[in-house]
């Protein structure tokens, strides 16, 4: 975009694009796990089928008394090995995350990042004295 732009002076985009790549990864994690429409589109809690240590289950990790970790450990192996999780198992580990903040967490996370792409967007509009509606539209999009 920067090399493309047919401004004189280029905005820099690196850090605009960094930051709404996290932000979206970790909205996309969030919704996985909370988001009742995510679960009828892609069905439900699919990134604890695929194994996938997003920041809820690395939050949860370091968050729960010792012996919830030993039983979340086990609930994860057991995925492993049968290649996906029952809805119980996913159901109780939902129950751990709400129990250890994990959920909440996350979406605290997502809204910060939301908001510094919000300002890393400001910046570049600064930079350029262009207003970029389609930028602000997309980001209202995918507010959390």
Avoid: W
């Amino acid at each position: 975009m920067e090399a493309t732009s047919p401004l004189v002076h280029k905005p820099r985009l690196a850090s605009l694009a960094a930051t709404l790549g996290r932000a979206y990864a970790l909205r996309d994690d969030y919704q996985n796990l909370a988001s009742a429409e995510y679960t009828q589109t892609k069905g439900f809690c699919e990134d604890l089928d695929e194994g996938k240590y997003s920041l809820p289950i690395i939050h949860m990790l370091h968050t729960l008394p010792s012996y919830q970790r030993g039983v979340l450990h086990n609930l994860l192996t057991q995925r492993r090995l049968k290649g996906s999780m029952g809805i119980e198992q996913k159901r109780m580990v939902l129950e751990m995350m709400d129990q250890a903040g994990s959920l909440d967490y996350t979406l605290n996370a997502v809204r910060r990042l939301q908001g510094d792409m919000e300002h890393e967007l400001d910046v570049v509009e600064q930079e350029t004295g262009v207003e970029n509606f389609e930028l602000r539209a997309l980001f209202e999009m995918i507010k959390i």
